[in-house]
């Protein structure tokens, strides 16, 4: 197992270049466990229902399946799926 300082943690994170990504057109998605997917750089929704979640990234499209499925906050590009979810998959 690994153990992190604070310190080590924060230069981690500063050499991953995240502005880098959205200059390039993709999305920044992170997933807390299968509860809870945070999207940056979502452009719109394209389904929605408590089964499935469709979001467009410019690039691709990013399709959330599962259950109770909800978009809980969508603003300044991001979106926030809550929910069961049992799969992500990009196309």
């Known amino acids: 197992m690994f153990h992190y300082t604070p310190k080590k943690l924060k230069a981690i994170a500063d050499d991953i270049d995240f502005d880098e990504l959205a200059v ?8 807390m466990g299968n509860r809870k997917a945070v999207i940056d750089g979502c ?12 979001l ?8 959330f399946t599962g259950d109770n499925l909800t978009i809980t906050s969508m ?17």
């Open 24 to 31: 390039k057109g993709l999305a920044h998605i992170e997933i």
């Open 43 to 54: 452009k719109g929704v394209l389904d929605y229902n408590e089964n499935l979640v469709r």
């Open 56 to 63: 467009n990234t410019g690039k691709n499209i990013i399709r």
């Open 75 to 91: 603003n300044n590009e991001q979106a926030i799926v809550s929910g069961d979810i049992i799969t992500m998959d990009f196309s």
